[in-house]
């Protein structure tokens, strides 16, 4: 009923740059929130960025000044614009999004869901 769709992944020198995008499809009556996590190898799932539809923002400390989260409400579209990678950075990221949407024609409900993942390698 949704579905969310990661696009932009890739491999990228340190010091370059990368723009993800993940567009949630479906019966959507309202997105509240959309994050970027990522997972890298031996470790758990972290968050990067969110935002919510209101433009509100949240980083982790290891990417403040270095990536940037937007979202395109009437497009139902986040993105997220990496600058300056690391290899440190490498890892596999997930787009999140905390969402209200039509189960049937006459009911609804508040979900999250996960995109299914794309793959950041920086490497030079």
């Known amino acids: 009923q949704v579905q969310l769709v990661e696009s932009g992944g890739g491999l990228v020198q340190p010091g370059g740059s990368l723009r993800l995008s993940c567009a949630a499809s479906?019966?959507?009556?309202?997105?509240?929130?959309m994050a970027w996590y990522r997972r890298a190898p031996g470790n758990l799932r972290d968050l990067v960025a969110g935002?919510?539809?209101?433009?509100?923002?949240d980083y982790a400390d290891s990417v403040k000044g270095r990536f940037t989260i937007s979202i395109d409400n009437a497009k139902n579209t986040v993105y997220l614009q990496m600058n300056f990678v690391k290899p440190d950075d490498t890892a596999v990221y997930y787009c999140?999004?905390?969402?209200?949407?039509?189960?049937?024609?006459?009911?609804?409900?508040?979900?999250?869901?996960w995109g299914p993942g794309t793959q950041v390698t920086v490497s030079s």
């Open positions: 479906g019966r959507i009556i309202n997105i509240y929130k």
């Open positions: 935002i919510t539809s209101g433009g509100g923002t």
């Open positions: 999140n999004a905390d969402l209200f949407y039509y189960t049937t024609n006459t009911s609804a409900r508040r979900e999250n869901y």
